[in-house]
Every structure is written in C-alpha cells, then in structure tokens.
C-alpha cells in the first residue's frame, strides 16, 4: 500500500490542506500572541502589587511611628516639656531666677538665645537694623566708642 504523493492527490484536497494549514498556523500565531499578552499583564499586575505592598509597609511604619508620638504627647514628660519650654513654667522644686533692674522692675531671666542676639545687637538706626535683617546675611560688626 503506498501512500500517495502530494502530486497525485486531486487538486482540491491540495487546496483543503494549504487552507486548512493556514487556519492552524493562523489559530497557533493568535495563540502566541495572546499568551504573550497574558504574561506581559500578569508581570505588569505583579509589580503593581509589589508597589502596593511596599505602600501598605510603609503606611504601617507611619502608622507605628503616629501612635509612639501619640504615646508620647500623652505622657507626663511631654507635658512637663511643653511647660517648661513653651509656657515657661516651673515645677515647685524648681528655682526661679528674678532680675531686677536698675528702676526696680523684675523681669524674668531672658534665655540663652534672647542674650546671643541681644548680644548681637548695637545700637544701630531703625532703617539700618531693617537693611540688615532683609537684605546682608549677617550684619558687620560695629564697634562703639
């Protein structure tokens, strides 16, 4: 039994064949392409969930770091800093420091900052203490006589 030769098949199985091989080449191709197209999705939504996880660890530690500061604002030192620094309170062991000028006037001791920029300051006119606050980086130092 042999087999037949492709040129002795009729014509129009040739050309049901060279169809038919089309069709499957053509399936196999849309196959491919739509496999690739899945994979390129799939990599693309992995690296957005990677995104979104490294989002949600960092949103955690905010979070973390929120409630430790929480914590503290609540807490007695917190508010003993508060006092002392801002309010300029004292607690009752504390000693307090009274200046009293020349007219009789108490005032309060000025802080280290408030002495470094008094310090700093001569008696300069109005106009030239505003052209060196605004306009030099740090005023030239004068000398009084």
């Known amino acids: 039994m042999n ?3 492709a040129s002795n098949l009729p014509k129009t199985t040739q050309r049901g064949a060279q169809v038919l091989f089309f069709v499957l080449a053509t399936l196999c191709l849309l196959f491919v392409m739509s496999y690739a197209s899945r994979l390129n999705e799939f990599a693309r939504v992995q690296h957005e969930a990677a995104l979104l996880e490294q989002k949600m660890e960092d949103a955690e530690r905010r979070q973390a770091e ?14 003993a ?8 309170m004292v607690q009752p062991d504390d000693n307090v420091v009274v200046i009293i000028d020349a007219n009789g006037q108490a005032q309060m001791a000025p802080n280290r900052q408030e002495n ?3 310090a700093n300051i001569v008696q300069l006119p109005i106009w030239r203490q505003w052209f060196n606050l605004f306009v030099q980086q740090s ?3 004068r000398f009084r006589r």
């Open 3 to 5: 087999m037949p030769h």
């Open 66 to 79: 929120l409630l430790a500061y929480q914590d503290y604002v609540q807490s007695e030192a917190y508010v």
């Open 81 to 88: 800093q508060v006092g002392r620094e801002e309010l300029n």
């Open 116 to 118: 470094d920029l008094r």
């Open 139 to 141: 005023p030239a130092p």
